[in-house]
């Protein structure tokens, strides 16, 4: 019979339990996710017509669960020309059939379900296709219900003073572009539609037109299309291209800056058309409808920021009443990102310093693979360790992209007769386009990869996938895939993986990043980035150490790391001894 003392503890333990269990409920599912973009594809054609679609999804969600994600982010499958992939939607509210069917899609998020993976789709709300039913509309006549969608202008007079050479390369009837303002994809971002007599604007490709998000039937239609897709259960949306919806109501000129683009045109600061104040009306507005549906549906930003205060605004502030996620692009993005301790010691610093949950990003489907970017072509593997390390023991959400946790790499077409990507085709040979990180998933080494029974895939298959594939990598302890799974698995489990405070321990190393997760039980997480001899100094962690995970699997039978060396490369993830 326990002593009153004894009854008192137990008691306190277990309200304590009980208080831990409530706190993990109440956490939202979203603050601790491994989510893994699918580019829709070249992810598995189950129909064998050499493009990856949604039941080719449903086919590999086994993998997905046994690598452990939370949920996944579908890159658009949605009607569209295909001008841009998928990026120039025609309908907001079907799937395209070279994707599948609607049926198909309610199969994929039943049966997600079932694998406790939740589906996030991709929201494009920057611009529709010129195909889509209401531009179509808007571009018939000035006067039509839609005329308004769209942000129409008379462009100025090609003679009047101050227009530039690069306007007049676009000059209709006696008009010219009202500003300087340039497409992503190369020349004016305005076209001239001779039924209106006027230009409209595109930031992306001339088949983008931009939406005019001032007008509020604009915002309760895609609204509408967002609810169509909560209604059915997504867990959520990724806001595509989020900083540029609104364009600066004067059409003031962007700056310019020396040089040309690969496109030939001149550079340009986009001081007046992206990143307006507005934006942050309308996402407060979409945060507070997305919120009343149960089951915290996330809203996650593709939001490149010039720095980690800039990112701040897309939490809303303090009020944290906008992105729940806004992607981090810095650590794995910025311009000055290398293989570097020092790089990734001040970078992740940053990155905790935001109001809400940080997301950390290294790969997605519009950049050459992280594997590529930060190897050094001998050690990539180990290096891609190392950053998979960074990506999933930090306090932050993990995005991954089809093919990082295996080391796909990025295979850039050498010819411009094999590009697919319109940006590539337009900018070559100065940009090559993104098909190098959109290639086949890599299932098996057979042919095709196992994506396709059709030999003619879309894009062709990486060579490398006789070595590198699920198949090969799963049978081999040390393979990179099984430093996800993990990784995954313990960032799942531990505490201090999960909600420890980051902090970072000798902050001058130039060669070994080394941080600690505070917990009860805390974790500390070390990274050799260096080939230069030097060990690991005293005093880091005190006392005896249990390894939780080491890519090296000689570190796992040390018992202190006082005296230890880290290989080149080597991650080593440790907890004090019991
Ligand atoms: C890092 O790796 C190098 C070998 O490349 C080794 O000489 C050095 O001692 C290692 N650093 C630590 C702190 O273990
Ligand atoms: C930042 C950015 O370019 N985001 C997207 C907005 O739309 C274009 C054109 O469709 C996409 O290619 C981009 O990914």
Redesign the pocket.
């Known amino acids: 019979m326990p002593s009153l003392a004894r009854r008192l503890a137990l008691g306190f333990a277990l309200s304590l339990s009980a208080v831990a269990a409530a706190h993990a409920a109440a956490a939202p599912w979203w603050k601790h996710a491994v989510i893994y973009e699918i580019y829709p594809r070249s992810f598995g054609d189950s129909n064998g017509d050499g493009v990856g679609d949604l039941r080719g999804i449903t086919q590999h969600l086994d993998y997905l669960q046994k690598l452990g994600v939370d949920a996944i982010w579908i890159a658009p499958m949605y009607p569209s020309p295909q001008?841009?992939?998928?990026?120039?939607i025609s309908n907001y509210e079907a799937v395209d059939p070279q994707y599948g069917s609607l049926a198909d899609f309610d199969a994929l998020l039943r049966e997600a379900g079932k694998h406790h993976i939740r589906v996030i789709l991709d929201m494009?709300l920057?611009?529709t296709s010129d195909k889509h039913a209401w531009f179509v509309e808007s571009a018939s006549s000035r006067d039509n219900p839609k005329a308004d969608w769209y942000v129409w202008n008379d462009g100025i007079d090609a003679n009047a003073p101050g227009v530039t050479p690069f306007q007049k390369r676009f000059e209709h009837d006696g008009k010219v572009p009202p500003n300087n303002w340039e497409s992503?994809?190369g020349g004016s971002a305005w076209e001239w539609v001779p039924a209106r007599r006027q230009f409209y604007y595109h930031?992306?490709?001339r088949q983008?037109p931009d939406l005019n998000w001032r007008n509020p039937a604009v915002e309760q239609a895609m609204f509408g299309a967002m609810r169509f897709w909560l209604d059915r259960g997504v867990a959520g949306f990724r806001l595509?291209?989020?900083?540029?919806l609104f364009e600066d109501p004067r059409l003031r000129n962007d700056p310019e800056l020396p040089g040309t683009n690969a496109q030939g045109d001149p550079n340009l600061q986009s001081k007046y058309s992206d990143n307006l104040p507005e934006v942050h009306d309308v996402i407060r507005r979409m945060r507070a409808m997305v919120d009343k549906y149960p089951g915290h549906r996330v809203l996650i930003g593709?939001t490149?920021t010039r720095d980690i205060a800039d990112l701040d605004k897309w939490y809303g502030g303090a009020r944290r009443d906008e992105l729940q996620l806004p992607m981090n692009m810095l650590v794995g993005f910025g311009s000055h990102a290398r293989f570097d301790a020092g790089w990734f010691r001040k970078t992740l610093e940053d990155s905790q310093t935001v109001p809400g949950q940080p997301l950390i990003v290294f790969d997605n489907?519009?950049n050459p693979r992280s594997i590529d970017r930060f190897g050094d072509g001998r050690h990539d593997v180990q290096r891609a360790k190392a950053i998979a390390t960074l990506l999933l023991t930090s306090r932050a959400a993990a995005l991954t992209y089809y093919g990082a946790p295996l080391g796909m790499t990025t295979a850039t077409p050498t010819r411009k007769e094999d590009v697919r990507d319109p940006?590539g085709i337009t900018g070559w040979p100065k940009e090559k386009g993104r098909d190098g990180e959109r290639t086949p998933m890599q299932w098996t080494p057979g042919p095709q990869a196992g994506f396709s029974s059709n030999p003619r895939t879309w894009l062709p298959v990486n060579p490398n996938h006789a070595t590198v594939n699920v198949q090969t990598e799963l049978a081999e302890p040390g393979s990179l895939l099984n430093w996800y799974r993990t990784l995954i698995a313990l960032r799942r489990t531990n505490p201090a993986l999960r909600d420890g405070a980051m902090s970072f321990l000798d902050r001058t190393d130039p060669d070994v990043l080394v941080y600690r997760r505070e917990a009860a039980a805390p974790v500390t997480v070390l990274v050799n980035f260096s080939g230069e001899p030097q060990r690991i100094k005293a005093g880091i962690v005190q006392g005896a150490v249990h390894t939780l995970a080491a890519t090296d699997p000689a570190l796992a039978k040390a018992t202190t790391l006082d005296g230890a060396t880290l290989p080149p490369y080597a991650a080593w993830i440790v907890t004090p001894a019991r």
Do not use: K, L, M, W
């Open positions: 001008v841009d992939f998928g990026y120039d494009v920057n611009h992503v994809f930031r992306f490709y983008q595509d291209a989020i900083s540029t593709e490149y489907h519009d940006i």
